[in-house]
């Protein structure tokens, strides 16, 4: 069973840049594809990024397209989000879950992820 750490999120203004990490308790982290989720007060939760096992292959949310980064480096067992060019609608909690999955597939469905950490709170404001 891998346990998620969330880390780095934080209060900004619209434009600012944010890097969050997801920490792995499991040397394992490469058989997991791993996503990153956002949930904003009174709204589903929602796929924000997503990556395959090895990397290679990544899935935007069209609403962060051009502005956010996924990536991870299974070596270090963690997972980074970068987002940057922050708007007030970025404001959310924001998940790191991970799922068992095959080389080459990356999963957008919530219900795919069975692991999940306890969030961090990102805040757009001016």
């Known amino acids: 069973q891998v346990q998620l750490v969330e880390s780095g999120g934080g209060l900004v203004r619209p434009g600012d840049s944010l890097r969050l990490s997801c920490a792995a308790s499991?040397?394992?982290?490469?058989?997991?594809?791993v996503g990153w989720f956002r949930q904003a007060p009174g709204k589903e939760r929602e796929i924000v990024a997503t990556i395959s096992r090895p990397g290679t292959i990544t899935h935007y949310a069209d609403s962060v397209k051009g502005r956010f980064s996924i990536s991870r480096d299974n070596a270090q067992n963690t997972a980074w989000l970068q987002m940057n060019n922050l708007k007030p609608e970025d404001t959310a909690a924001y998940y790191c879950a991970a799922a068992t999955g095959v080389t080459g597939h990356v999963y957008t469905d919530v219900q795919r992820y069975t692991y999940w950490g306890q969030g961090t709170q990102v805040t757009v404001s001016s």
């Open positions: 499991e040397r394992t982290f490469s058989n997991y594809i």
